[in-house]
């Protein structure tokens, strides 16, 4: 067999930026020929490429992990699974199963949750848009409704007068915790006075009554004390409106914001090293917990863990379609996925496997999708070995995100599978085809293309 020629090029060695943690980390040769014991060869020859998948077992035990971790610390806690960090259906049913409750920021995400089986009163309702009517139907249905804005005490005042009832709410704040930037587009703040001007509203008017607070400082928090300094402000913000109006703060709803073991572009240090331990948060929360609350007091304690959860339990594989040499001298890659359905690489470096043994030298390259524009990048900078048209990388962690936010856009979204504690494997949303795309779309007659029209 002829071998196939390519025209040398000359290449400036670059050994990456000097740095106090050594050489470039961006180096790929690591094959992976399976997931959770089913071959990468018999899942794209079933379900094609591009192919999400998703580890019923990853995802089983990385919820264990943090329950086990904050409900030994702290014997009140409860999960709420974020929904828009991955709403599939199956991997909602797999977190409701180990014991979460639904967190949700929409009424879109209010309904998904219902369809599946969450009763009204296991859904937190969070999020800066609720309108009237799901409001009204949250209340009626006894979700833990968490205020964002005064537009919300007005809309949620009108839905009491209706319903003729006192409605038990909580109530969205947000403060100083030494993170920056500072999230303080969601809530109402704690450290100017907002917040309690909020309670006295409520107080005024008498038809809400607050009963719980949250808070959701950022997301991929790498300062475990961060969460102490939230904890340590939220309860004595509590405290202050317990004893000037004797409403009873009954849970304390911290968010979530935990990084999974993703590697964010423009660090060096990988994330094993740089991410802390889930028992690094819990101690950090529960000792603030224990130091800030009065004898006796146990109020429940609400985490809404997405990203560290679900994110290391998705993969995603894409083959390779073509390649190129670039005029700067780089090696472009075609793959059949691109940021319509990563869009999580515009922050992320993805760990990347082959799935063979590639023999060659390692040259600088970049990953391209299969969209025609010029910023469909998944990876650049990556030293990789010369791989031929077939051959399929597996980009990992990518199950946070990328199948809430991905795009219909050029291409179809392809299958998304789930492998089961058996090694099943289950397709848990199928691939579109052009009638997921027209079936909505409307054509009026007058436009109507007749090319047999003299």
């Not at 969070?126 to 833990?144: F, R, T």
């Not at 790498?222 to 939220?234: D, F, G, H, Q, R």
């Not at 040499?325 to 999580?344: E, F």
Request: glycine fraction near 8%.
């Amino acid at each position: 067999m002829a071998k196939k020629y390519e025209k040398p090029v000359i290449l400036k060695v670059q050994t990456g930026m000097m740095n106090k943690f050594g050489s470039s980390p961006y180096y790929t040769r690591k094959v992976r020929t399976e997931i959770d014991g089913v071959a990468i060869n018999e899942l794209v020859e079933k379900f094609g490429s591009p192919l999400f998948v998703f580890s019923e077992t990853a995802l089983r035990q990385k919820y264990r992990a943090y329950y086990n971790s904050f409900s030994t610390r702290y014997p009140n806690v409860a999960f709420g699974w974020s929904y828009k960090t991955n709403y599939l259906p199956a991997v909602c049913s797999i977190l409701h199963q180990e014991g979460a409750i639904a967190e949700v920021v929409s009424e879109m995400e209010y309904d998904k949750a219902r369809s599946i089986g969450i009763p009204g009163d296991k859904i937190i309702f969070n999020g800066p848009y609720k309108n009237l009517s799901a409001l009204e139907k949250a209340v009626k249905e006894g979700a833990m409704i968490n205020i964002d804005h005064f537009d919300e005490i007005y809309d949620l005042e009108k839905v009491a007068d209706k319903l003729k009832k006192k409605i038990k709410v909580g109530m969205r704040v947000n403060m100083d915790t030494g993170i920056y930037p500072q999230w303080s587009r969601f809530g109402l703040n704690l450290d100017s006075g907002q917040a309690m001007d909020a309670v006295k509203r409520m107080v005024s008017k008498g038809k809400l009554v607050l009963n719980g607070l949250h808070c959701h400082i950022g997301t991929f928090i790498l300062e475990p004390n961060a969460y102490a300094v939230e904890i340590e402000k939220m309860i004595k913000f509590g405290y202050e409106v317990e004893e000037k109006f004797k409403m009873k703060i009954e849970y304390y709803d911290i968010g979530g914001g935990f990084p999974s073991k993703s590697k964010l572009k423009g660090t060096y240090q990988e994330p094993d090293v740089m991410i802390p331990s889930v028992d690094e948060y819990a101690e950090s929360i529960s000792t603030s917990l224990f130091r800030n609350l009065r004898g006796g007091d146990l109020p429940k304690l609400y985490l809404e863990t997405g990203r560290a959860i679900v994110d290391e339990a998705g993969y995603l594989i894409t083959s390779i379609i073509a390649s190129k040499r670039l005029p700067d001298g780089r090696k472009s890659y075609i793959a059949d996925a691109g940021v319509n359905l990563l869009y999580t690489s515009f922050w992320y470096k993805y760990n990347i496997e082959i799935d063979r043994q590639v023999d060659g030298t390692n040259e600088p390259a970049i990953i391209n999708g299969p969209l025609c524009m010029n910023i469909d990048v998944i990876e650049e900078g990556r030293l990789l070995p010369p791989m031929e048209k077939g051959t399929r990388l597996i980009l990992s962690p990518v199950g946070a995100y990328n199948v809430t936010q991905w795009m219909q856009f050029i291409e179809f979204r392809p299958n998304v599978v789930l492998i089961g504690t058996n090694k099943e494997v289950d397709i848990i949303r199928e691939a579109e085809d052009l009638s997921d795309i027209t079936r909505r779309e409307k054509l009026p007659e007058r436009l109507k293309l007749n090319l047999n029209s003299p």
